[in-house]
C-alpha cells in the first residue's frame, strides 16, 4: 500500500500513513504541533534543506517561515499533508501538474481524504456512507476518454487538481479548495530574450532530475522516441555531462519510433533497449490498468505502455525521464494564433455521444478565457500523463524537464501567435539546441530545422507515408507507433475477450439511456471506441 488516509469527524482526526520510509523522499513527521507526511520524489529537496537550521525539519522550517507559500516552493512528483494541531488546520496537496493523485470526500460533519480512489470507496462502503455514479464522467470518458476537471467516478469524491490544496478547518469542518499556480504577466521582452529563458529553465529543470539520480545513488533510465520531447531530455542531460545508462524505446518494430531513437542512441553512445508492440495480446488488459490508473482514463491510453514497463527494471534504475508533454507546453495546445475561448477540438476524440454531455461542457469551458489552459488540465494533466501513474506501479516516478512549474508559467505567459504550430518551439531548438534537429522528427518525417517544415510534414509528408503504408503496401504495422485496431480486427480471441468483459459487465449499468448509448458505441464503435466501453464498466465493476 502507497500514500495516506485523512478521517476527520466531529472535530477528531485520524491520520492513517501509508507512506514507505527512506523511498526516494518519502517522509513522516510529527511532534507537538505540526503532523506532516509527504510522498514522492521532491526535485529541489537538497537546495530547501541548505536553508533550514539544522535543528530542524525542512518542511517544519517551511511552514513555519512561510505558512501560506510552503507549498508551492515543493517541486516533484509529490503528494502530502500538513496538520496543524494547534491551529486545527489540515492542508492536503498534490505536485504542480496533478500527476500526483488525491481524491476527496466531503459532506456536512465529515470529510475523507486518501490517496487512493479504490480504497477511499471501500472506506464509504465500510462507513456505510452512500455514493453514486458520476453519469458526467462516464460519459466524459465514452467521449473525451478521460474524465474532466475534478470529476471522478463517483459523484461525491471528487480529486484535487494540478497545483491545488484542499484546507480544512477541523473546528467547524469548513472546507475549501486553493490553487498555488500563480500565473507570470504577459511576457514583454523580445522573441530573442524569450528563447534564451526557455533554454535556461530547461537546463536547469534537467539538472534537478538528473542530479537526484546522483543523490540516490542510482543510474539513471530515460524513454526515447522519434519525436521531439524525449530526445531533448536524452541530448540535454548527455551535453551537460551526465550518463544515462540505459534510453528505453517502445512502438511498432521497424517503426520510425524505434528507428530513430536506436539512431539517436548509439550516436550518443547510450545502451539502447526496445519493448516491441507487434501483435496486440496485451490491448485487452482492462482490470490491469485499472489498478493504476483508478478508472479515470480509458485504458487504452496506457495499454502500450503497461505493456511496456513490465520489462524495466526499476529497482535498478532512478527517475523514469521523459519529455512528457513538451509539444502540448510549447504550442499543441495553442489552436489559435491568438487568445481564444476553448472548444470542444482536441478534447473530443470520440463524438458519437457528445449531445448527451455537451451542456455541462459548455459550462466548464466557460469558466476559462484561454482554450491553453483548459487543453492543459485535461488533455495534458488528466489524460495524457497516465505514464506517471504506471511509472507508479513500478516504484518509481516519471518526470519531464518540461513539466517544471517554472517552464510551465513561462512558456504559459508567453504569447500565443508565438507557440502556435509550435513555432516557438522550433525557434527554440534551432538556436540553442541545434544537435536536436539533426534527426528526422516522427511527426513530419523531416528535420526540424524550420516552420515550413512543420507545415509540410503535418500537410503532405505524414499523411503520404501512412496512404502508403495503409492503402499501398499494407504494411500496416509499421504505420504508427500502435495499431490497436488491425490487431483486434484480425484477432478472434482479442474479440471474444472484450466481448466477454462487455457482457459479463454491462448488466451493472442500472442507467437505462447511459446503458444503450454503451451498446450502441460498443456495437458499432472503432476499437478506441469499445475499449472506452469496457474502461465504463470496469468503473462499474470495481465502484458499485
Not at 495516506?4 to 466531529?10: A, D, P, R, T, W
Not at 494541531?85 to 476527496?104: A, D, E, I, M, P
Not at 472506452?532 to 470495481?542: G, M, W
Request: aromatic share 14%; glycine share 4%; with cysteine.
Amino acid at each position: 500500500m502507497k500514500g495516506f488516509q485523512i478521517h476527520v469527524k466531529k472535530g477528531r482526526v485520524k491520520i492513517q500513513s501509508f507512506i514507505q520510509s527512506h523511498h526516494f523522499d518519502n517522509d513522516v513527521f510529527e511532534d507537538e504541533d505540526l503532523s506532516f507526511g509527504i510522498e514522492g520524489v521532491l526535485l529541489n529537496k537538497k537546495q530547501i534543506e541548505k536553508n533550514t537550521p539544522p535543528t530542524q525539519h525542512y518542511l517544519q522550517y517551511l511552514y513555519q517561515t512561510h505558512p501560506l507559500d510552503a507549498i508551492k516552493q515543493l517541486e516533484g512528483e509529490i503528494v502530502g499533508y500538513i496538520f496543524d494541531q494547534q491551529q486545527k488546520k489540515l492542508s492536503v496537496f498534490t505536485n504542480f501538474t496533478g500527476t500526483r493523485k488525491c481524491f476527496y470526500y466531503a459532506s456536512e460533519n465529515e470529510v475523507i481524504i486518501d490517496t487512493d480512489l479504490p480504497r477511499l470507496v471501500k472506506t464509504l462502503k465500510a462507513n456505510h456512507i452512500p455514493y453514486t455514479v458520476d453519469e458526467f464522467a462516464m460519459y466524459s470518458l465514452l467521449v473525451c476518454g478521460n474524465t474532466l476537471e475534478n470529476h471522478t467516478p463517483i459523484q461525491q469524491i471528487k480529486k484535487l487538481c494540478d497545483a491545488e490544496i484542499l484546507q480544512l478547518d477541523i473546528t467547524s469542518n469548513q472546507l475549501e479548495i486553493h490553487s498555488y499556480h500563480q500565473p507570470l504577466p504577459s511576457f514583454q521582452g523580445t522573441k530573442e530574450e524569450a528563447l534564451h529563458r526557455i533554454n535556461e529553465i530547461f537546463i536547469e529543470a534537467t539538472k534537478l532530475e538528473f542530479d537526484k539520480d546522483l543523490e540516490l545513488h542510482l543510474p539513471s533510465f530515460a524513454l526515447l522516441s522519434g519525436g521531439l520531447d524525449s530526445r531533448m531530455t536524452l541530448i540535454n542531460a548527455i551535453q551537460e555531462g551526465y550518463s544515462i545508462a540505459k534510453a528505453f524505446c517502445f512502438s511498432q518494430k521497424g517503426y520510425w519510433d524505434e528507428v530513430l531513437a536506436e539512431k539517436i542512441a548509439k550516436d550518443y553512445q547510450t545502451p539502447f533497449h526496445f519493448v516491441s508492440l507487434n501483435g496486440g495480446e496485451y490491448i485487452i488488459a482492462v482490470d490491469d490498468i485499472f489498478q493504476k490508473s483508478h478508472g479515470l482514463v480509458s485504458y487504452t491510453s496506457a495499454a502500450h505502455t503497461n505493456y511496456a514497463y513490465q520489462y524495466i527494471p526499476c529497482h535498478s534504475y532512478g527517475l523514469i525521464h521523459s519529455g512528457q508533454l513538451g509539444d502540448g507546453i510549447l504550442g499543441s495546445f495553442n489552436k489559435h494564433p491568438f487568445p481564444h475561448p476553448p472548444t470542444s477540438e482536441k478534447i473530443v476524440v470520440m463524438p458519437r455521444l457528445f449531445h448527451r454531455m455537451k451542456a455541462q461542457f459548455q459550462e466548464i469551458i466557460q469558466s476559462y478565457d484561454r482554450e491553453e489552459l483548459f487543453l492543459m488540465r485535461n488533455v495534458g494533466y488528466n489524460r495524457a500523463v497516465i505514464g506517471s501513474y504506471m511509472a507508479e506501479s513500478l516504484d518509481s516516478y516519471q518526470t519531464s524537464p518540461f513539466m517544471h512549474s517554472e517552464f510551465i508559467r513561462f512558456a504559459q505567459s508567453l504569447p500565443e501567435d508565438w507557440k502556435y504550430q509550435q513555432k516557438i518551439y522550433i525557434d527554440w531548438i534551432n538556436t540553442y539546441q541545434k544537435n536536436a534537429t539533426q534527426y528526422i522528427w516522427e511527426r513530419t518525417l523531416l528535420k526540424p530545422t524550420s516552420h515550413i517544415k512543420t507545415w509540410i510534414g503535418d500537410k503532405l509528408m505524414k499523411r503520404f507515408f501512412r496512404i502508403w503504408k495503409t492503402k499501398v503496401t499494407r504494411d500496416i504495422e509499421r504505420s504508427n507507433m500502435t495499431a490497436y485496431d488491425y490487431y483486434f480486427e484480425r484477432n478472434i480471441q482479442l474479440q471474444q475477450e472484450a466481448n466477454q468483459y462487455f457482457e459479463e459487465n454491462i448488466q451493472r449499468v442500472n442507467f437505462p439511456t447511459l446503458k444503450e448509448d454503451m451498446i450502441l458505441q460498443f456495437t458499432h464503435g472503432s476499437f478506441t471506441e469499445k475499449a472506452a466501453v469496457l474502461t465504463v464498466l470496469s468503473n462499474f465493476k470495481h465502484y458499485f
